[in-house]
């Protein structure tokens, strides 16, 4: 069996140290870090150090300039869609402020996507939906909804959702769906007996996307959506 490097292993576990340290203001913006200070602190060489800054100064977290080290940004020039990102801001103090304007986000897009969904999607697709919405239930009903197979077929759910829409700029945005839905699971936020009208509505939603009517598909996903608002507005 070939050896395995350990770089890529180095390469996300500083990555991720670094993001969630900066997210949760550990460091600060305008606070000013050099590349050696960085290799020092990690352990690790210079070339992992350059990786791993060239990835936050792709999500606008970091600037580095010659001869003056790597620069802390403000938030307002983070990419704050980047599901990295998403993930790491949902594990800081607040982590409940970020559930709230994500799930402000979903609110304006699902039912937009469920829309375009009846209109667009394949009968196929709408059975899809249909078959994953009746998977949500059962495992809801047994008392499943905070485990990881009700998660994944949450997931499949609003991310076929997404794609169903024909819309290839709403369909890039399921990394974001998928961290919400995660981090309510990792939160403690998902019950194990999740209410009985959250399945009611994503069934409605895949049955009116296969009887192509976009109001009611549209009704139905605002529904699901709005279902996890209260319970965010309620804590």
């Known amino acids: 069996m070939p050896n395995l490097s350990p770089a890529p292993v180095l390469h996300n576990s500083i990555l991720e140290r ?35 800054v060239r ?9 580095s300039r010659r001869r003056v080290g790597v620069t802390v940004l403000p938030a307002t020039s983070w990419s704050v869609l980047d599901p990295q990102l998403i993930r790491w801001r949902l594990t800081g103090a607040e982590r409940l402020a970020q559930l709230h304007r994500l799930t402000e986000m ?9 829309r375009l969904a009846a209109r667009r999607a394949t ?5 899809e939906l249909l078959d994953l ?4 239930r059962i495992l ?27 819309n290839d700029m709403i369909a890039s945005l399921h990394g974001i769906v998928t961290e919400v839905l995660a981090s309510r699971t990792d939160l403690g ?5 999740p209410v009985a009208v ?5 069934e409605g939603v895949a049955r009116a996307i296969m009887s192509r009517d976009e109001n009611l598909a549209e009704q139905y996903a605002r529904a699901v959506v709005m279902e996890v608002w209260q319970e965010l507005s309620d804590l």
């Open 18 to 52: 670094l993001g969630t340290e900066i997210v949760q203001g550990v460091r600060p913006a305008g606070s000013v870090i050099t590349l050696a200070q960085l290799e020092d602190e990690a352990g690790v060489s210079r070339t992992v150090i350059r990786e791993v």
């Open 55 to 63: 990835i936050l100064e792709s999500m606008g977290m970091v600037e």
């Open 106 to 114: 979903r609110l304006a897009l699902e039912p937009t996507a469920a």
């Open 198 to 202: 959250a399945f009611d509505n994503h």
């Open 140 to 166: 809801g009903e047994a008392g499943r909804g905070h485990e990881q197979p009700y998660l994944e077929t949450d997931i499949a759910f609003h991310a076929l959702l997404l794609a169903a829409s024909g």
């Open 189 to 193: 936020l998902s019950p194990a007996h």
């Open 133 to 136: 919405a009746s998977r949500l």
């Open 123 to 127: 009968a196929e697709v709408g059975i």
